[in-house]
């Protein structure tokens, strides 16, 4: 499967099979970065701001996935559970829609914008991952310490982080380095635009920080 980070939030998410999912699409004049001319099948969406919901914005797609629930989408399976957008049970800025998909037998975890600790009773819902999508810029989400205690609990075999501050940016969130400085340098990588994943590349051994290129061009 391949992985291709447009953004803030949004990934575009291919399977071997074609099958393609953008999760969290943003509105780029709002956020202060373009968003890039994208075609997927499906998208999903954590929530209803505008930076995690601009569906316009993805080409060519065959419905929209908003709501928890387990979707079987032409054998990629995706499970959403709800969780909230801050540590007051979603009193500050509302729910947040955690999603589980599966492609090519790997296992993916969106975090959206997380804003609670994790508890045990989350962490069991997510249950195992190869791959996890998480916030680590705070502000509106989990911050960088919080973010390393997801990981340690949750224990995949990749972590890709999002949602932390970018030049252009029209908000305030904290830098990605902030998160990179709680790991081992040695388990740190910066990818190319596209980052080409397999079953086989999951060793259980350690977790990998990934760090991709965003896209820019039209894909």
């Known amino acids: 499967m391949k992985v291709e980070w447009l953004g803030h939030s949004s990934f ?8 393609s999912i953008v999760t969290d699409p943003y509105n780029g004049p709002k ?24 569906v316009e914005n993805v080409k060519g797609y065959k419905s929209v996935i908003d709501m928890p629930g387990t979707y079987d989408l032409c054998g990629v399976t995706v499970y959403g559970l709800m969780s909230y957008h801050d540590h007051k049970k979603g009193a500050l800025r509302g729910r947040n829609i955690v999603y589980k998909i599966r492609m090519d037998g790997v296992d993916i ?7 609670e600790e994790l508890s045990p009773m989350l962490a069991e819902l997510i249950g195992s991952i190869n791959v996890l999508m998480i916030p680590v810029g705070g502000r509106f989400t989990i911050n960088a310490k919080q973010a390393k205690e997801y990981v340690d609990m949750l224990m995949p075999d990749i972590v890709i982080p999002m949602h932390y501050m970018l030049e ?12 990179l400085k709680l790991f081992d340098e040695e388990n740190i990588e910066f990818a190319e635009e596209v980052i080409e994943l397999d079953r086989t590349d999951f060793d259980g051994e350690r977790t990998r920080i990934i760090v991709p290129k965003r896209v820019t061009r039209s894909i």
Not at 12 to 19: A, D, M
Not at 31 to 46: K, Q
Not at 109 to 115: M, Y
Not at 168 to 179: A, H, I, M, S, V
């Open 109 to 115: 975890c969106h975090l959206g914008d997380i804003g």
């Open 168 to 179: 252009g940016y029209n908000t305030d969130l904290d830098e990605l380095e902030d998160f």
């Open 31 to 54: 956020v202060g970065i373009d968003y890039p001319d994208v075609e997927a099948d499906y998208v999903t969406v954590s929530h209803k701001h505008f930076d995690h919901d601009a």
């Open 12 to 19: 575009k998410l291919t399977e071997s099979t074609g099958i």
